[in-house]
């Protein structure tokens, strides 16, 4: 069963910036499309960023320019870049993998093929 294991988050100023790693486990992440999501107030799973099996990439709008989604095919890992970190940018982030690009209320929805743990990034003024 493939697993993500999610590394990085945590507290830094506004204007600062996090990493977060997402390592995926018994799966390759090359043949599947990857994603960053955070849960925002209401019922909403804002998808941040998102990476395609063929590099084709997607960012929210509220982070363009700011972070850069990547792949290391042979680590077998998808990070998040976060930099110019805003009060707002402050959520608990998880990272999919899936077979397709979802847009969806819920993070760890199960429709999703599998999620990683979450990791809270606070950001203070």
């Known amino acids: 069963e493939v697993r993500l294991v999610e590394s990085g988050g945590g507290s830094v100023q506004t204007g600062g910036s996090l990493r977060l790693s997402c390592l995926v486990v018994?799966?390759?992440?090359?043949?599947?499309?990857m994603a960053w999501y955070r849960q925002v107030q209401g019922n909403e799973c804002e998808l941040v960023a998102s990476?395609?099996?063929?590099?084709?990439?997607y960012y929210e709008t509220s982070v363009k320019d700011r972070f850069i989604i990547s792949k290391d095919n042979g680590e077998n890992t998808v990070s998040l870049q976060m930099d110019s970190l805003k009060p707002e940018d402050t959520h608990v982030y998880f990272c999919?993998?899936?077979?397709?690009?979802?847009?969806?209320?819920?993070?760890?929805?199960?429709?999703?093929?599998?999620w990683g743990q979450g990791t809270q990034v606070t950001v203070f003024s």
């Open positions: 018994d799966s390759a992440v090359g043949d599947l499309h």
């Open positions: 990476i395609r099996s063929n590099g084709n990439i």
């Open positions: 999919a993998l899936d077979t397709q690009i979802r847009r969806l209320t819920q993070c760890r929805s199960r429709i999703v093929r599998a």
